[in-house]
């Protein structure tokens, strides 16, 4: 079956840091894969999507670039912020599903101070 | 533009009681998804439905646990005879027909003494 694998957190950083978040997966079909960002108390916002190979996603100075050839999808930013502080999910949807579920790794927790 | 919204935000029960939560999506989507976290772990996939349809369940779904969306527009999930162990958040998202892109509300957060 379809799965996701993140680094364990929590990663901590300085602000300003550069910051990666290694995921990799397994899935049957050809998979759309994303990034949600899990603040406090709150549910899973949706930060960046790729729906194929070499694709890269990117909002609010975060990136991760589909790679086929090596099943990751890493989230990356050049300078991180306190208020970057929170819980990251990669996560895919594979197409033999016909896109009806999500498959969620297990988050990594990001925590950036002054 | 209304986001997808979930009500109550948190819950509280005592063992054996049911509960019904209710989630309203975005107006036009057409898939509503619920999903299940516990403490320090991803989301796991529920049950989803397609309009009024519903079209997967997954085995975590117990059958103590039942998903309606009786108009295709708002959806409850009610738990009978609840259990400590289903304690967690419940969360619902909505989807256009033909997107892959899942967009979720704030979640019920449910403790079950």
């Known amino acids: 079956g379809d799965s996701v694998t993140q680094m364990e957190g929590p990663v901590t950083l300085s602000e300003e840091a550069f910051l990666t978040i290694n995921c990799t997966y397994t899935?049957?079909?050809?998979?759309?894969l994303f990034w949600y960002v899990q603040y406090p108390g709150e549910g899973l916002q949706l930060l960046l999507k790729?729906?194929?190979?070499?694709d890269k996603g990117s909002n609010k100075g975060f990136e991760a670039t589909y790679r086929k050839e090596t099943t990751s999808f890493h989230l990356e930013k050049g300078s991180v912020q306190v208020s970057d502080s929170a819980v990251y999910f990669c996560a895919l949807s594979d197409p033999n599903s016909g896109y009806s579920t999500l498959t969620f790794g297990k988050g990594t927790m990001l925590l950036v101070s002054p | 533009d209304t986001g997808v919204s979930q009500n109550p935000r948190h819950k509280i029960t005592k063992r054996g009681q049911n509960v019904t939560f209710r989630c309203d999506p975005i107006?036009?989507?057409?898939?509503l998804y619920w999903y299940r976290q516990t403490l320090g772990q991803g989301p796991e996939f529920l049950t989803y439905?397609?309009?009024?349809?519903?079209?997967?369940k997954s085995r975590l779904l117990s059958d103590r646990f039942s998903a309606e969306r009786p108009k295709g527009s708002f959806s409850t999930l009610e738990i009978q005879r609840t259990e400590q162990g289903d304690s967690a958040m419940y969360l619902c998202a909505s989807s256009g027909l033909d997107t892959d892109t899942q967009y979720f509300g704030p979640g019920t957060r449910l403790t079950v003494l």
């Open positions: 107006s036009e989507h057409n898939r």
């Open positions: 899935a049957t079909g050809y998979p759309s």
């Open positions: 439905f397609q309009n009024e349809a519903q079209l997967e």
């Open positions: 790729a729906t194929k190979a070499d």
